[in-house]
């Protein structure tokens, strides 16, 4: 488990400005992987979270799907994901290299599969969608679905194949990366952030809630869907990011035979669902959308949805082990893309709102970040993402 390979620190060892450059607020895939950049740039990081690793990035699916996740009218947001999908088998192989841990990040491609005329009518407008885009995705016949993935349902009747998504064991991202912080000396703050405090338009410092106040130059703000709620925050950011829940169910399949060889995300008589496979043989079937504030219980009726229309694309989903049901909150924004940038409080900056692609997003985040603070700017296709875009003019 996670805690087994956290080398925490005091509070009060980096209870001043002395001992820490940059405090990060949150520590999921961003905020660890932003501190990790900034740690090896030359900052003395500290992550400040409750709960290290164990928000969305815990629960995620860890789909790298920037092709299978285009929407209409999120354009701007598909080139940032294709740039930060690029940019991960060198990132992956980079926290390998520092840690000796794999993350098993795997180019496995994703089918996107359907069950009647319906459903392919979606799956037909979505692979004219993405070919308008010049997106690599490949439309499939029924038998060539079947010969692609063997394990998926006789009355599939086709499909999209996009060999460039992939994805990557998100529990063992989130390891590896709370060990690339601990080997480059990255404290961490089990501890809630209660209030940044700020004077005159700068940030001061930071109010935890066993009433620790910390020294802070430079704070980032990478709370996830709680990034809003925390007092003090700067003020274009109030309200602006809420929590988007999403339900998720972990198997194990018996054998090795019955693991799938892709990624199956399918629309079974009208709902989405995905079944995401590991080398460890668990398969991760997902998720629920909703919104319903910061409610972590998990409704018998999800995962009997999820259940049924997973086994109606891969029926032998029905033979697996069940080992967990789990909740977590999407950060989602109004345009359902990442907030990164800099704040109108002096010394604070944010990188949130990472909605359904923060697992996507980590390795482009992480150097956007580390590029904003050691340079004052960011450059390149994080660029048009900062708070600024939602002022109204």
Same mark, same amino acid.
């Given at each position: 488990?996670?805690?087994?390979?956290?080398?925490?620190?005091?509070?009060?060892?980096?209870?001043?400005?002395?001992?820490?450059?940059?405090?990060?607020?949150?520590?999921?895939?961003?905020?660890?992987?932003?501190?990790?950049?900034?740690?090896?740039?030359?900052?003395?990081?500290?992550?400040?979270?409750?709960?290290?690793?164990?928000?969305?990035?815990?629960?995620?699916?860890?789909?790298?799907?920037?092709?299978?996740?285009?929407?209409?009218?999120?354009?701007? /947001? @598909?080139?940032?994901? %294709? $740039? !930060? &999908?690029?940019?991960?088998?060198?990132?992956?192989?980079?926290? =390998?290299?520092?840690?000796?841990?794999?993350?098993?990040?795997?180019?496995?491609?994703?089918?996107?599969?359907?069950?009647?005329?319906?459903?392919?009518?979606?799956?037909?407008?979505?692979?004219?969608?993405?070919?308008?885009?010049?997106?690599?995705?490949?439309?499939?016949?029924?038998?060539?679905?079947?010969?692609?993935?063997?394990?998926?349902?006789?009355?599939?009747?086709?499909?999209?194949?996009?060999?460039?998504?992939?994805?990557?064991?998100?529990? /063992? @991202?989130?390891?590896? %990366? $709370? !060990? &690339?912080?601990?080997?480059?000396?990255?404290?961490?703050?089990? =501890?809630?952030?209660?209030?940044?405090?700020?004077?005159?338009?700068?940030?001061?410092?930071?109010?935890?809630?066993?009433?620790?106040?910390?020294?802070?130059?430079?704070?980032?703000?990478?709370?996830?869907?709680?990034?809003?709620?925390?007092?003090?925050?700067?003020?274009?950011?109030?309200?602006?990011?809420?929590?988007?829940?999403?339900?998720?169910?972990?198997?194990?399949?018996?054998?090795?035979?019955?693991?799938?060889?892709?990624?199956?995300?399918?629309?079974?008589?009208?709902?989405?669902?995905?079944?995401?496979?590991?080398?460890?043989?668990?398969?991760?079937?997902?998720?629920?959308?909703?919104?319903?504030?910061?409610?972590?219980?998990?409704?018998?009726?999800?995962?009997?949805t999820l259940l049924r229309d997973a086994r109606m694309l891969v029926p032998s989903v029905c033979?697996?082990?069940?080992?967990?049901?789990?909740?977590?909150?999407?950060?989602?924004?109004?345009?359902?893309?990442?907030?990164?940038?800099?704040?109108?409080?002096?010394?604070?900056?944010?990188?949130?709102?990472?909605?359904?692609?923060?697992?996507?997003?980590?390795?482009?985040?992480?150097?956007?970040?580390?590029?904003?603070?050691?340079?004052?700017?960011?450059?390149?296709?994080?660029?048009?993402?900062?708070?600024?875009?939602?002022?109204?003019?």
């Open positions: 488990m996670i805690a087994d390979i956290l080398l925490t620190k005091d509070v009060n060892t980096i209870s001043t400005s002395d001992t820490t450059d940059v405090c990060i607020i949150g520590a999921g895939v961003i905020g660890l992987s932003s501190a990790w950049r900034l740690s090896n740039a030359g900052f003395r990081v500290s992550i400040i979270d409750p709960a290290i690793g164990h928000g969305a990035s815990w629960v995620a699916a860890g789909m790298i799907a920037p092709v299978t996740e285009a929407y209409y009218g999120e354009e701007s /947001l @598909l080139k940032l994901s %294709l $740039v !930060s &999908a690029d940019s991960w088998p060198d990132f992956a192989e980079e926290l =390998q290299q520092a840690t000796s841990m794999s993350i098993q990040y795997l180019q496995s491609g994703i089918l996107m599969v359907g069950k009647d005329a319906d459903d392919m009518a979606v799956i037909n407008e979505l692979a004219e969608f993405q070919q308008s885009l010049g997106l690599q995705s490949e439309r499939l016949s029924a038998r060539e679905v079947h010969k692609a993935e063997p394990l998926l349902a006789s009355d599939v009747q086709g499909g999209i194949l996009t060999k460039v998504d992939a994805q990557v064991d998100n529990r /063992l @991202l989130v390891q590896a %990366l $709370v !060990s &690339a912080c601990n080997r480059s000396k990255v404290s961490f703050i089990h =501890q809630m952030v209660r209030e940044i405090k700020s004077v005159k338009g700068r940030v001061e410092r930071l109010l935890l809630q066993d009433g620790t106040e910390i020294l802070a130059d430079k704070v980032v703000l990478a709370a996830g869907s709680w990034s809003s709620s925390i007092q003090g925050v700067p003020s274009e950011l109030w309200d602006l990011i809420r929590p988007v829940k999403g339900e998720i169910l972990r198997l194990k399949v018996p054998d090795p035979l019955s693991v799938l060889s892709h990624i199956v995300r399918g629309v079974a008589k009208g709902g989405v669902i995905y079944v995401v496979p590991r080398q460890s043989r668990e398969i991760v079937v997902g998720a629920t959308t909703y919104e319903k504030g910061f409610d972590t219980s998990v409704q018998a009726e999800s995962v009997y033979q697996a082990q069940f080992n967990q049901a789990a909740a977590g909150f999407r950060p989602g924004t109004p345009d359902n893309a990442p907030i990164v940038g800099r704040t109108s409080i002096e010394g604070v900056f944010v990188a949130t709102g990472h909605y359904r692609s923060g697992i996507l997003l980590t390795p482009l985040s992480a150097m956007a970040v580390t590029e904003l603070l050691t340079t004052g700017t960011i450059n390149g296709a994080m660029s048009s993402f900062s708070p600024q875009r939602f002022e109204k003019h």
